[in-house]
């Protein structure tokens, strides 16, 4: 895989998390709709950097995963509720 396929699927993980917060935010979800939006997105993105890391040694887990939207300013890779 190239780097552009790596950016697509970040790219594509960022999008549906930015489309659910802005769609499913305020009194339109609850914590629990919330949360369960925040494990999902963090598991398929964990899941991709595992599997695309075990095909390319010079896979940048962290630089994925920020691009995903799966980690905070600091660094963190946000908890799998």
């Known amino acids: 895989m190239t780097k552009k396929d ?3 699927i970040a790219y594509c993980i960022f999008t549906i998390n930015t489309y ?5 935010t305020g009194e339109k979800a609850t ?4 949360a369960d939006r925040q494990m999902i997105l963090h ?3 964990t899941w991709f950097a595992d599997n ?3 095909g390319n040694p010079r896979f940048n887990r962290a630089k994925f995963l920020t691009a995903c939207g799966v980690v ?5 890779i946000e908890p799998a509720y």
């Open 6 to 8: 790596y950016e697509l």
């Open 52 to 54: 695309l890391q075990k």
């Open 43 to 45: 598991r398929l993105s």
């Open 72 to 76: 905070d300013e600091t660094g963190s």
């Open 20 to 24: 659910y917060e802005n769609t499913y």
């Open 31 to 34: 914590e629990e709709q919330i």
